[in-house]
């Protein structure tokens, strides 16, 4: 689904019945009715045929795969989203390194200390995750399934520790003592953990059968 994200063609109507595409030189022109052929800067090929998905968007189908029409803002959202899980990464990093290092300081490691290292770590290798499968997918034509299933059985588990977080921390929150300071860190470390289940959800990235 992230593949899709990143593989997005933007048309222009030419006011003629046919497309073209902002930046390469590329052209739909019209050669029947629903028929459509793409013109690569003097290459012919890709002949489209359109037709309407049961939400009314419609769909452009060449062989191999199909672009389906997309709202700009719905884009603009995933990208957000994306841009989010980005954030919640950087700041999980920074935390982990903070916290393993208070916890060498201190000798001593609180349990509460201890499930926000897990859900930190957690969102640490989710993106590492991401990374890989990225790098895969996107860098190879002929990458199989297989070669990212194990990411996805990991991608899985760890979308449940930060929900198992939240869990535990909405049940210790009056018996915990920690500054308002504190509580707050706790409560920003939840809230980025939350962010990159929402992540694996969304890009199903968790779906390893």
Avoid at 101 to 111: D, E, I
Wanted: contains cysteine; charged residues 15%; neutral net charge.
């Amino acid at each position: 689904k992230l593949h899709s994200l990143f593989s997005i063609m933007q048309l222009s109507s030419d006011g003629e019945g046919g497309y073209t595409v902002p930046g390469p030189e590329y052209t739909i022109s019209s050669i029947g009715t629903n028929s459509y052929l793409m013109d690569m800067g003097g290459l012919k090929q890709s002949v489209f045929y359109t037709d309407t998905d049961e939400d009314g968007r419609i769909v452009l189908q060449m062989t191999g795969s199909d672009y389906v029409e997309m709202n700009g803002n719905e884009v603009i959202l995933k990208f957000a989203l994306l841009f989010l899980f980005v954030v919640a990464s950087l700041y999980s990093i920074v935390a982990l390194i903070i916290e393993i290092a208070r916890s060498v300081k201190r000798k001593k490691l609180r349990k509460v200390d201890g499930y926000r290292i897990a859900l930190n770590f957690s969102v640490v290798v989710a993106t590492l995750m991401f990374a890989y499968m990225a790098v895969t997918l996107f860098t190879s034509n002929s990458a199989m399934f297989s070669s990212i299933q194990w990411c996805l059985i990991v991608n899985a588990f760890l979308a449940l520790i930060p929900i198992a977080y939240a869990v535990i921390l909405t049940i210790k929150w009056k018996g915990l003592d920690y500054t308002k300071r504190e509580k707050v860190g706790l409560i920003v470390n939840c809230i980025m953990g939350i962010i990159m289940t929402f992540n694996v959800i969304f890009w199903e990235a968790y779906k390893f059968w």
